[in-house]
């Protein structure tokens, strides 16, 4: 089944294309569009790809002949007769038209009709309604401010350029501005046509298909174009100077539809009880920019996704990189693997694993009393203690032992907040349990759950009630045992870092700690900015595809990110706040005549100026 379909295209013109069914064996039947030109007084101007109808002006009517006669594709692709050809038009919108000095149409500038009237010279007394009629009568008002800031900053953080040199002209400028879309809405990508509307689109995109079954077919050959996107990772990495410090991080997202394959059931951060797909990020400690996203399995877990990252990241020609983790990533195989490639690494260590309690057991006491072991972390007191372990390397080290580093923190004023905060929840759970007892540990177990959390759990024993006789059954009571709210408390105000560098200082590993929460907040950005907190496609290349938009919407939205950390405007405004705000610079298109913009608000221009961004022309 096919038929004709007609689309408002930014320029106040419409756009014919001819819809047709795709039938796909065991799938639900999708539909392709062929754009066939531009609508202008019920002629159509045929499209480029017919080029031997190309600039030709032809009735609609018999446009619709031919259609209903089921011959129009081999129609316009025949050679014309008697059809006249006339100079196609630009579809279009100027990039770099002069804009008036004065920002709003006053008496001496009055817009044209659209009907093609000469327009009337509005008088001083004109009423506020009919200058808002006069001003609606206007080919196009497009929404520049927005765009004009991620343009440049696109421009500036050398993300366009990527993009133009990766993906082509025209694909590169299409998949930049569905990032604009994301970063500036945050909606679903089936929004995108009626956003697009308003923007100052480039040329490059006069016959973009911006529909949701266009957007689909975009998503879906960009997830299978692996050559190209490999070629934009490699391109991206060598603007980025080719990173030597990475920041690596996990999150995942939930997906209601369990056809894609990557999609199960595992750790899921959300809290959701559905299947999910994780993600893995790698960002630039240096510039904070993301490096590389990838998809992963939903089962898979932190530690075990670590070795084949950094074997992608080395083919994507990076070397001699070090990489700042999470406890998550804890474990003796990955610390093996990184010491066997030769990668330098800052990791958190889980404070109940061995060498973590066994550096306790040997400084714990040294670090809960001031001494030498204090130092200052700006304003915050800290008090330190390391000590050096082996591990054994099978690959690069050839069979040799190398020598690991792990620090351990104490942060005395962290921990006597905590052991106040549990011997306060102690202290109430023995209130409440005073006179009570149980018909059987189960029981006790259970009131005893509903109380408090699993730390304050450990700080009381379930214990049999001595019996009078032996006709007497069994009851349980609750009572707080002082050595296991010792054990409670042991490991509160601790924390312990790997570090492959044994030279590291303390002050040092403590920044490299820090840094380790970008990626985190990356993640958070990504799925709660710019609305990519659901999978909704089984499709596995629409979702790959997806995923490539994700993570350029992610570098475009944080290099303005980080813009205006640097003009100290995030204090007064978040990203999507100055995108929102700046909407209101507008820019008036008359079918003819001088292009105008209107008012520009002063909080607008105030933002620009700190962010050294000049008014759109």
């Not at 804009?99 to 509005?122: E, K, R, Y």
Request: proline share 6%.
């Amino acid at each position: 089944m096919s038929h004709l379909q007609k689309q408002s295209l930014p320029n106040g013109r419409a756009a014919l294309h001819l819809a047709q069914a795709v039938y796909r064996p065991g799938k639900t039947p999708a539909q392709s569009r062929i754009y066939l030109g531009a609508i202008k007084d019920e002629q159509l101007v045929v499209s480029k790809k017919f080029t031997r109808r190309s600039g030709h002006v032809i009735p609609m009517a018999t446009i619709r002949e031919e259609f209903q006669a089921g011959r129009l594709l081999e129609w316009l692709e025949a050679s014309p007769t008697e059809i006249p050809v006339i100079a196609k038009p630009k579809l279009g919108r100027p990039r770099k038209s002069s804009v008036a000095s004065t920002p709003v149409i006053g008496p001496a500038a009055a817009t044209p009709a659209l009907s093609g009237a000469p327009p009337v010279p509005p008088s001083a007394e004109e009423s506020p309604l009919a200058a808002k009629s006069r001003m609606a009568n206007t080919a196009a008002v497009d929404e520049v401010g927005a765009w004009h800031v991620l343009e440049t900053i696109g421009q500036e953080c050398g993300l366009l350029p990527v993009l133009l040199q990766a993906f082509g002209k025209t694909e590169g400028w299409r998949l930049f501005t569905i990032a604009c879309h994301q970063v500036v809405t945050g909606s679903p990508l089936y929004l995108m046509e009626s956003w697009a509307v308003d923007q100052p689109l480039p040329m490059e995109l006069i016959e973009a298909d911006f529909s949701s079954p266009g957007l689909s077919l975009l998503m879906e050959k960009l997830g299978r174009d692996c050559a190209t996107v490999t070629a934009f990772h490699r391109y991206w990495i060598e603007h980025l100077g080719h990173p030597k410090s990475l920041v690596y991080d996990l999150t995942s997202i939930s997906s209601y539809s369990a056809a894609h394959p990557l999609v199960e059931y595992g750790y899921n951060r959300d809290k959701e009880p559905l299947p999910q797909v994780n993600l893995a990020l790698v960002v630039d400690a240096a510039t904070s920019l993301p490096v590389l996203l990838r998809a992963l399995p939903g089962s898979i877990a932190d530690v075990k996704t670590l070795k084949l990252t950094c074997d992608l990241l080395t083919d994507f020609g990076l070397a001699d990189f070090d990489c700042r983790l999470d406890r998550g990533f804890d474990s003796e195989e990955n610390l093996r693997d990184l010491l066997n490639a030769d990668i330098g690494f800052t990791l958190a260590a889980k404070i109940d694993g061995s060498r973590a309690q066994n550096l306790i057991a040997k400084f714990g006491e040294a670090l809960l009393l001031p001494g030498a072991h204090t130092f200052f972390d700006g304003e915050r007191l800290l008090r330190h203690a390391s000590d050096n372990f082996t591990v054994k390397c099978t690959q690069g080290a050839a069979g040799k032992a190398k020598q690991v580093k792990l620090h351990l923190y104490c942060d005395p004023e962290q921990r006597a907040l905590m052991i106040r905060e549990l011997e306060r929840r102690c202290a109430a759970i023995t209130k409440a349990a005073a006179g009570l007892s149980f018909a059987s540990q189960d029981d006790a177990k259970a009131w005893l759950d509903k109380q408090e959390n699993a730390q304050t759990r450990k700080a009381f024993a379930i214990t049999a009630l001595p019996k009078q006789s032996k006709q007497d059954k069994d009851l349980w009571r609750i009572e707080m045992e002082t050595k296991a709210l010792l054990l409670a408390c042991r490991n509160f105000g601790f924390f312990a870092i790997y570090s492959s560098d044994l030279d590291s200082t303390r002050e040092g590993i403590i920044e490299d700690y820090r840094i380790r929460d970008i990626a985190e907040k990356d993640l958070d950005i990504m799925k709660n900015e710019n609305g990519q907190h659901r999978l909704r496609t089984g499709n596995p290349f629409v979702a790959q595809g997806r995923l490539v938009l994700a993570f350029i919407s992610l570098v475009l939205h944080l290099a303005l990110q980080k813009r205006m950390k640097a003009a100290d405007l995030l204090k007064s405004y978040s990203v999507a706040e100055l995108l929102g705000m700046l909407r209101r610079i507008r820019i008036i298109r008359p079918e003819t005549g001088p292009v105008y913009r209107t008012e520009v608000p002063k909080k607008c221009v105030k933002a620009l100026e700190v962010l050294g961004i000049p008014l759109p022309d």
